[in-house]
């Protein structure tokens, strides 16, 4: 089952257990998942999991996010390269989602859609995948969009999933090409960092990588400290700076410019 579709294809049934590098059953909260077999905690995909946090400490791994005085949203980009277990095993590197670090994970506002909050009833190009089932990918869409979306600040899904999908296109293309090469995480890893990207917490049992993202209503700005590094230049010079602080106006997620250029390029990966 090639790229999202081991992603989509978990089980909700009753009596579901938790496997290394699976999902298990779908969980709002830690006491969601006692008494599950294997599970130890609510994880922040919404599911149960059976790998505990390190040292049993905060629930992000490097700490809460901290936004950044005067960003009202900021997050993490999750990208998953294919070599993890059980669902996370796919051919291909892939978007996971776009999470506000809200709550318990950061200071990052919760801003709810501003049209609409209805689920999606389409699959979106970077959550397709060609021998993927449709219901599948599309519970997924929908699980992202109630965990995750209505906290992003988007006009309503459509606008949120484009946002996912625009944000992913550049680095899921780096990491492919990484891949091809026969590249491991750490080779990906790398390549993000030389490439500029935002890294902020590399998830080894999953074989995930999550790159910050924070956004003002005027205007691009820093990422929280420790995070800041800049981007591609040719991605900056595609997009024009108008164009990506036109989309920080209207809240969207974006990457975080860095330090040695971050008066001079805006960008979106």
Known sequence: MPALAMLLAWASSEGEVCRRGQHGPRC???ADC???????RCARSGFCTDVPLPGGGTPHRDGKMDCGEG?????VLTLETGYGGGY?????????????????????ACIPPRVSAASPTRLYPCYAAPAAERAHQLEFEQHEWSKHGTCA???DADDFFAQVCNLSSAPLALLSAERQK????????????????PLRTVDPPHSQLELSACASRRRPVRAPRGDAVHGPPAVNRRLGRRAVEARARR????PLPG???ADAARRLP
């Open 28 to 30: 709002a909260g830690d």
């Open 34 to 40: 006692a008494g599950v077999e294997y599970c130890v």
């Open 71 to 75: 960003v009202p949203l900021c997050g």
């Open 88 to 108: 996370y095993h796919h051919a291909h590197p892939s978007v996971h989602g776009l999470w506000p670090q809200v709550g318990e994970y950061g200071s990052s």
């Open 153 to 155: 600040g988007a006009a």
């Open 182 to 197: 026969g590249g491991s995480l750490a080779d990906m890893t790398a390549a993000l960092k030389q490439a500029g990207y």
């Open 251 to 254: 809240r969207l997620p974006l």
């Open 259 to 261: 330090e040695a250029a």
